[in-house]
């Protein structure tokens, strides 16, 4: 049981989002033998909101043609931070940058996920002081705690999609992966599309580009 000090809110919505999730896992989720990459946990504009992981609204709707519904029962929300679904009018801003270079690098979600397949380490989203918290800011028992339960089902989605290479989005999903990996999966590193970022708010086509690049024109394993 995962007990928590330092956030004043935590959401999950892998419970109250799980409709959205479940047609993202349906429909891109199958396929062994692709390139993993995997964010650190959800934004409050976008996985949040959609269930889809840097699931901005925008990208959701319009590219992956998922309406997603959310539960009835909601967590106690923060006034910042309103769960709307699909009705949330702000897009999450990394979202809208890997699904933008996503689509115009392959045109459609399909021939994306052909190659890659996009997943968070941790898939709860924390709200502490009126901010989003990474799971960086919690405590070392916080930390520590939602590592081993993170961790496990990293391993677990290892085991499922055989992935050929692993890719962290971010230096903490990069750390996570590695040590999850343990040297039996190639692990790389993608800097993160957050807007906060000066170096992906200059061009992270570019890096993502650079990145990816093994990856992006070997033929895709059947």
């Not at 269930?51 to 959310?70: C, H, K, M, T, Y």
């Not at 930390?143 to 990293?154: E, F, P």
Request: charged fraction near 25%; glycine fraction near 8%.
């Amino acid at each position: 049981m995962l007990d928590w000090r330092t956030p004043s809110h935590v959401y999950n919505p892998l419970q109250y989002a799980w409709n959205g999730h479940r047609i993202y896992l349906q429909r891109y989720g199958r396929k062994r033998g692709r390139v993993l990459l995997v964010g650190m946990n959800p934004g409050p504009w976008g996985m949040a909101q959609t269930g889809v992981p840097f699931g901005n609204i925008s990208a959701v709707r319009d590219w992956f043609r998922i309406e997603s519904r959310l539960a009835r029962s909601l967590p106690v929300q923060h006034p910042n931070y309103p769960i709307l679904g699909m009705r949330c009018h702000r897009d999450e801003g990394s979202g809208r940058r890997l699904w933008g270079w996503a689509q115009r690098r392959f045109g459609t979600p399909e021939r994306f996920f052909e190659r890659f397949f996009v997943w968070n380490y941790c898939p709860l989203l924390f709200i502490c002081r009126n901010r989003n918290l990474t799971p960086a800011g919690l405590t070392a028992r916080e930390s520590n705690a939602l590592g081993r339960v993170c961790d496990r089902a990293l391993e677990r989605t290892i085991e499922v999609l055989e992935p050929r290479a692993i890719v962290g989005i971010g230096r903490y999903a990069e750390e996570r992966a590695r040590l999850v990996a343990a040297g039996r999966t190639a692990v790389g590193y993608l800097p993160h599309p957050s807007p906060a970022s000066p170096a992906a708010n200059r061009d992270w086509d570019s890096l993502a580009d650079r990145a990816l690049a093994p990856w992006l024109h070997r033929q895709p394993e059947a």
